[in-house]
């Protein structure tokens, strides 16, 4: 007898996840867990181990129930009195400068137990002193709740433990040095859905359409990090370019609060800007000028712990007065032994650039550091686009509002990334729809050529740490004359640059008010008048394939 078509079999659903950071290794394994049936396939475009997650350095925002002292420094000492979820939500809204989704902030803050726990199934250990586990305070925390691993190495240890248990797993495709040129669409007018990817190899000599292909699926993941290669200081590594943002808005999607980029106060005055974690400060460190002098408290009454984007824009404001290039951590009062043991990897590397920070202070600056704004997604990664879900700093739930309370994003990446494989097996919820105005931004047809570099010294210069209405415009000018061009991975992610580039300057251009990690020195004020709201953008005209635009 012919069976019913409800006896087949169902079709595997067929997953893509693009990104191999904290969220795009979490979705991969929370999915396999959501979906068991499910054909899943992890692309990046270098190696895993390449991520901002792998560089992470001072952990993991985390209250643990019995926990209330946890160890702050890894001495065995207690401190910081009872600490609560409540806490943690209250400093991630406050430094959300008014703009943080409250529900969000919510699933984060409740989320960070469970996430420990999972991470602890899979054989991930934090850093502990006798059972307990150590936490470090940082600037804007009102208690010391940061989890971290091999003092200063967070990152790369979790990042090791989460890629260990994806490669372990053989049902996981994973295809490494392959760059998304495109997100593929189908259906009705108006209706369209997601339905794979376009993808060709991401070396150097990967030009034209050579290996070009694609990968149908019934559902896209985009978890591709952030865009720290906008600017010409960044503690990100050359990967962040910004790919899933720009493959979202190609496609149509929504994406929010482009504005708020966040810039981290001390990157080693170095080439790379390599980060010094925020928990150095947290431990004690004080930051000088020049002269010697301990400049932050007459900024702000926190000092060095105060909110980041207040001690960069502290740092840039006193650098500018002085016609400085830098200033200088001290940590010489945390002494020799205590920094190699709590932070082993800045010893090392401080080291490798001829310098003791055990004996002087070491120069340092602002550097771009993670991006608030992206595509706009609901609690569950859902964005505009039915198929597509957007995980981690690609994404934006809102959860940082216009200023990111330090180390709460690799919490985010996996509280999200568990929430979206929950919504991936609950496939009858109904899909989210976000208001945003309509907004062209392609370029002309003939247009200036440009290369990265000078993209990088434009947005430093123009839409950086302060932005005003003069600098803007000339950055959106310049930045409409330049055209892409080339079709090595390179070039592409250049184009991926420039589209996000113009979105951040124009998100900019209409917040006319300073808030969070959005400074306007043509409106210092946070307006009291208006009740905060996101800017969000939608591609105006219809989504076209192809690329660059
Ligand atoms: C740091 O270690 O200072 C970075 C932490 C973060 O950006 O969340």
Same mark, same amino acid.
């Given at each position: 007898?012919?069976?019913?078509?409800?006896?087949?079999?169902?079709?595997?659903?067929?997953?893509?996840?693009?990104?191999?950071?904290?969220?795009?290794?979490?979705?991969?394994?929370?999915?396999?867990?959501?979906?068991?049936?499910?054909?899943?396939?992890?692309?990046?475009?270098?190696?895993?181990?390449? !991520?901002?997650?792998?560089?992470?350095? $001072?952990?993991?925002?985390?209250?643990?129930?019995?926990?209330?002292?946890?160890?702050? !420094?890894?001495?065995?000492?207690?401190?910081?009195?009872?600490?609560?979820?409540?806490?943690?939500?209250?400093?991630?809204?406050?430094?959300?400068? &008014?703009?943080?989704?409250?529900?969000?902030?919510?699933?984060?803050?409740?989320?960070?137990?469970?996430?420990?726990?999972?991470? =602890?199934? #899979?054989?991930?250990?934090?850093?502990?002193?006798?059972?307990?586990?150590?936490?470090?305070?940082?600037?804007?925390?009102?208690?010391?709740?940061?989890?971290?691993?091999?003092?200063?190495?967070?990152?790369?240890?979790?990042?090791?433990?989460?890629? &260990?248990?994806?490669?372990?797993?053989?049902?996981?495709?994973?295809?490494? !040095?392959?760059?998304?040129?495109?997100?593929?669409?189908?259906? *009705?007018?108006? =209706?369209?859905?997601?339905?794979?990817?376009?993808?060709?190899?991401?070396?150097?000599?990967?030009?034209?359409?050579?290996?070009?292909?694609?990968?149908?699926?019934?559902?896209?993941?985009?978890?591709?990090?952030?865009?720290?290669?906008?600017?010409?200081h960044?503690t990100?590594?050359?990967?962040?370019?910004?790919?899933?943002?720009?493959?979202?808005?190609?496609?149509?999607?929504?994406?929010?609060?482009?504005?708020?980029?966040?810039?981290h106060?001390t990157a080693l005055?170095?080439?790379?800007s390599p980060l010094i974690?925020?928990?150095?400060?947290?431990?004690?460190?004080?930051?000088?000028?020049?002269?010697?002098?301990?400049?932050?408290?007459?900024?702000?009454? %926190?000092?060095?712990?105060?909110?980041?984007?207040?001690?960069?824009?502290?740092?840039?404001?006193?650098?500018?007065?002085?016609? =400085?290039?830098?200033?200088?951590?001290?940590?010489?009062?945390? $002494?020799?032994?205590?920094?190699?043991?709590?932070?082993?990897?800045?010893?090392?590397?401080?080291?490798?650039?001829?310098?003791?920070?055990?004996? &002087?202070?070491?120069?340092v600056v602002?550097a771009?550091?993670?991006?608030?704004?992206?595509?706009?997604?609901?609690?569950?990664?859902?964005?505009?686009?039915?198929?597509?879900?957007?995980?981690?700093?690609?994404?934006?739930?809102?959860?940082?509002?216009?200023?990111?309370?330090?180390?709460?994003?690799?919490?985010?990446?996996?509280?999200?990334?568990?929430?979206?494989?929950?919504? #991936?097996?609950?496939?009858?919820?109904?899909?989210?729809?976000?208001?945003?105005?309509?907004?062209?931004?392609?370029?002309?047809?003939?247009?200036?050529?440009?290369?990265?570099?000078?993209?990088?010294?434009?947005?430093?210069?123009?839409? &950086?740490?302060?932005?005003?209405?003069?600098?803007?415009?000339?950055?959106?000018?310049?930045?409409?004359?330049?055209? *892409?061009?080339?079709?090595?991975?390179?070039?592409?992610?250049?184009?991926?640059?420039?589209?996000?580039?113009?979105?951040?300057?124009?998100?900019?251009?209409?917040?006319?008010?300073?808030?969070?990690?959005?400074?306007?020195?043509?409106?210092?004020?946070? %307006?009291?008048?208006?009740?905060?709201?996101?800017?969000?953008?939608?591609?105006?005209?219809?989504?076209?394939?192809?690329?660059?635009?």
């Open positions: 007898m012919t069976p019913a078509p409800a006896d087949y079999p169902a079709a595997p659903h067929r997953v893509v996840v693009v990104g191999g950071g904290v969220a795009g290794l979490a979705a991969v394994l929370r999915i396999r867990r959501s979906l068991p049936g499910a054909q899943l396939t992890l692309i990046t475009k270098a190696a895993l181990e390449e !991520s901002n997650t792998w560089y992470a350095q $001072g952990g993991m925002a985390a209250v643990l129930s019995g926990a209330p002292g946890q160890d702050p !420094s890894g001495t065995g000492a207690r401190a910081g009195g009872p600490d609560s979820v409540a806490a943690h939500a209250a400093d991630t809204l406050a430094a959300g400068a &008014g703009l943080a989704a409250p529900d969000a902030v919510g699933l984060l803050c409740a989320g960070a137990e469970g996430q420990v726990s999972w991470l =602890e199934s #899979l054989g991930f250990r934090f850093d502990s002193v006798g059972g307990a586990l150590s936490s470090g305070r940082e600037a804007a925390h009102s208690a010391a709740r940061i989890l971290h691993a091999g003092g200063d190495a967070t990152g790369r240890a979790l990042a090791g433990a989460l890629i &260990g248990a994806v490669r372990a797993d053989p049902s996981v495709r994973i295809l490494e !040095s392959i760059f998304v040129t495109d997100l593929l669409q189908a259906g *009705p007018p108006g =209706e369209p859905r997601v339905t794979g990817v376009r993808i060709r190899p991401a070396g150097p000599s990967a030009g034209g359409d050579a290996g070009e292909r694609e990968i149908a699926a019934d559902t896209v993941v985009l978890a591709t990090g952030g865009a720290g290669r906008l600017y010409e960044t990100n590594p050359a990967v962040a370019t910004g790919d899933g943002v720009a493959l979202a808005w190609r496609a149509g999607a929504v994406v929010a609060d482009a504005e708020f980029f966040q810039f106060p005055d170095v080439p790379g974690s925020e928990a150095v400060r947290g431990e004690g460190a004080v930051l000088r000028d020049a002269s010697g002098t301990r400049f932050l408290p007459a900024y702000h009454p %926190d000092g060095e712990l105060a909110p980041r984007d207040v001690v960069s824009r502290s740092i840039a404001q006193h650098l500018a007065v002085r016609g =400085e290039r830098c200033v200088y951590l001290d940590a010489t009062a945390l $002494g020799g032994p205590f920094l190699a043991r709590r932070f082993p990897s800045l010893t090392s590397l401080t080291a490798r650039h001829g310098l003791n920070w055990a004996r &002087g202070p070491v120069p602002p771009a550091h993670y991006w608030m704004g992206g595509i706009r997604t609901d609690t569950s990664g859902r964005t505009s686009l039915p198929g597509l879900y957007a995980v981690g700093e690609a994404a934006c739930t809102g959860v940082h509002g216009a200023n990111r309370l330090a180390s709460n994003s690799l919490l985010e990446g996996l509280v999200f990334a568990e929430r979206t494989a929950e919504a #991936l097996a609950a496939p009858e919820a109904p899909w989210p729809a976000f208001s945003a105005d309509p907004l062209a931004l392609e370029a002309p047809d003939a247009g200036e050529p440009f290369d990265r570099a000078q993209l990088q010294r434009l947005m430093t210069r123009q839409a &950086g740490v302060v932005r005003d209405a003069a600098g803007l415009e000339l950055a959106a000018k310049q930045l409409a004359a330049y055209a *892409p061009a080339g079709s090595t991975a390179e070039e592409l992610e250049t184009a991926n640059l420039l589209l996000c580039a113009r979105l951040l300057v124009h998100a900019a251009t209409a917040r006319r008010e300073s808030r969070g990690a959005h400074h306007r020195s043509d409106f210092p004020l946070t %307006d009291p008048r208006s009740i905060p709201k996101s800017t969000a953008y939608v591609r105006a005209s219809t989504p076209q394939e192809g690329f660059p635009q």
